[in-house]
């Protein structure tokens, strides 16, 4: 089988590949930047693409390919540029997937692996992880447009007959992550007194290897894989022991104390980190269940993951 990968020189597009490439399948990678960027990737065909979006061609990307897997995205922003971010993200995640999509169907492509996000569910997922049978409520622009592409991908396949799976993870880490992950860990390095020790909430995680074999399993899969799937790596963490265990990794003492949950807030919410006060003292937990019928297990535990990301991180 041959298959496009877009995204493909993001963090999760090179485990990706990497996971390909063990099932000794072809790879064409989609990217709008110069394949060279990507090291550690030799056989993998590369094309370049314009911006995703509206006006995307897609045709000379296609060309040959049995199976499409779609990382590709506008993905959150600190302090979002755009005058509408929403409107932003619905142009690239949105229809730049339906567009795709229907290239896709158009180029016979037998599978499409869409990599959606577990915020389709919203910010929090209370006493009980989230299941598949849970009606989506995204609230911020970038679940919206992730949940709206899945609609989209839906009619696609249902006007087309196209074959499509999707896969909604939470929060993905591992050696080259960004974004909250890494500020999670220059934190626990830091040292300093943290006030985090009283906040009691659950949240589930994959380790990008994880996220891969499942992207591949799914694509590969002669079982009913077209659906939606939820993936994590089965261990849900609270927020300190998951610093305190980036801490120890690390050779350094986690210095937690308590301080209550609403000062917290209320202290984060003044310096304008409301949204990530929330993050940290929220509970969003996922059930892979679903998944695991399908035979993908994760093969690389927390633990695992975390020493390989802070030994990852220790190099830079």
Not at 190 to 214: H, K, Q, W, Y
Request: charged share 20%.
């Amino acid at each position: 089988m041959k298959v496009l990968v877009t995204g493909a020189s993001g963090f999760i597009g090179r485990a990706v590949i990497s996971a390909l490439q063990d099932q000794n399948l072809v790879v064409r990678a989609a990217s709008r930047m110069d394949g060279s960027a990507v090291i550690g990737a030799p056989g993998v065909e590369w094309v370049k693409i314009g911006e995703l979006g509206p006006d995307t061609d897609w045709s000379s990307a296609l060309d040959g390919i049995e199976g499409v897997i779609h990382l590709a995205a506008r993905t959150h922003l600190m302090n979002d540029p755009a005058p509408d971010p929403l409107a932003a993200f619905r142009r690239i995640n949105t229809k730049g997937t339906e567009v795709l999509a229907r290239a896709a169907a158009a180029a016979g492509v037998k599978r499409l692996v869409f990599l959606s996000t577990a915020k389709v569910h919203g910010e929090k997922s209370g006493t009980t992880p989230f299941s598949e049978n849970d009606e989506p409520k995204p609230i911020d622009p970038y679940g919206i447009s992730k949940w709206e592409a899945e609609q989209a991908l839906a009619r696609v396949s249902h006007a087309t007959g196209l074959d499509y799976a999707v896969l909604r993870p939470p929060l993905v880490y591992g050696p080259g992550v960004g974004a909250n992950f890494y500020r999670l860990l220059r934190l626990a390095a830091c040292g300093l007194p943290l006030p985090f020790a009283s906040i009691n909430n659950l949240r589930s995680l994959v380790f990008v290897d994880n996220l891969a074999n499942a992207v591949v399993t799914v694509l590969l899969s002669h079982l009913s894989a077209q659906g939606t799937f939820l993936v994590s790596d089965g261990e849900d963490i609270s927020t300190p022991t998951l610093i305190s265990r980036l801490a120890t990794a690390m050779g350094r003492p986690a210095r937690l104390f308590h301080l209550s949950p609403p000062v917290l807030r209320l202290l984060f919410s003044a310096i304008g980190q409301g949204a990530a006060a929330d993050r940290l003292m929220q509970s969003l937990q996922v059930d892979s269940t679903r998944l695991q019928t399908l035979g993908w297990h994760p093969s690389v535990s927390m633990d695992e993951g975390i020493q390989r990301t802070v030994k990852w991180v220790s190099r830079r």
